[in-house]
């Protein structure tokens, strides 16, 4: 079993749209990232958090320590905004690597 | 770009080949990680290195083998390649415990 879970696996929206992708893991970890992967294969990591909330442009991510859970949010999509996002936990115990969920392929259609 | 480089970009071999990966990490990171993105398995952690020793290691098997140089550089060796191991290899640098850049990855595809 995957210790980090995202939902959901896929999400199709219609420019302008708010998405919201959600995650959960099950061990405590140091810090949470969010990445996008394009279809050309590369990874950028959008936000490392480790507790409340960060802003970037139109993406939004909130991290509950408690509840184990993060969201990722995008404001006003756009059919740029079309990439798998991952998010991948960091696990202080295993020398700071990176756990990662299954992805969450999105498409915003215009 | 991040500052991360990996060769080649793409890898076609045999099975049963052995083949390297290289990766340079940003300037001045003295932490590498490799992880293999493969369709079945999505993105896993197989092992870091930290200024030349290793620190962590995941779910890498025992065909493949790293190192990193004194001058930080860092090569993924896979051996008795099998069609399983098709996948795309990501390196990542950092230089905190928890910014990791990475690079654009190296697709290989064993026939």
């Known amino acids: 079993k995957n210790e980090v879970e995202q939902s959901p696996q896929n999400l199709t929206a219609q420019e302008g749209e708010f998405i919201t992708i959600n995650c959960s893991y099950s061990?405590?970890?140091?810090?949470l990232h969010w990445l996008q992967q394009h279809p050309g294969g590369g990874i950028v990591s959008l936000f490392m958090?480790?507790?409340g909330k960060k802003k970037h442009g139109r993406l939004i991510a909130t991290i509950n320590i408690q509840e184990k859970h993060s969201s990722l949010h995008i404001t006003a999509s756009h059919p740029r905004d079309s990439a798998v996002y991952i998010c991948?936990?960091?696990?202080?115990?295993?020398?700071?690597?990176?756990?990662f969920g299954k992805g969450t392929s999105l498409l915003v259609t215009p | 770009d991040s500052g991360v480089t990996q060769t080649p970009k793409h890898l076609i071999t045999a099975t049963g080949q052995r083949v390297t990966l290289r990766c340079s990490p940003r300037?001045?990171?003295?932490?590498v990680y490799w992880y293999q993105q493969s369709l079945d398995q999505g993105l896993q952690f197989l092992i870091q290195?930290?200024?030349?020793?290793?620190?962590a290691k995941g779910n890498i098997l025992e065909r493949f083998s790293a190192q990193q140089f004194p001058d930080l550089h860092s090569e993924l060796n896979l051996s008795s390649l099998e069609l399983g191991d098709s996948a795309l290899y990501f390196c990542?640098?950092?230089?905190?415990?928890?910014?990791?850049?990475f690079g654009p990855g190296t697709r290989l595809t064993v026939l």
């Open positions: 990542a640098s950092s230089e905190t415990e928890y910014t990791q850049y």
């Open positions: 061990v405590g970890i140091s810090a």
């Open positions: 958090l480790s507790s």
């Open positions: 991948a936990a960091l696990n202080s115990n295993s020398g700071y690597a990176l756990n």
């Open positions: 300037s001045g990171d003295l932490s």
């Open positions: 290195y930290y200024n030349g020793e290793e620190r």
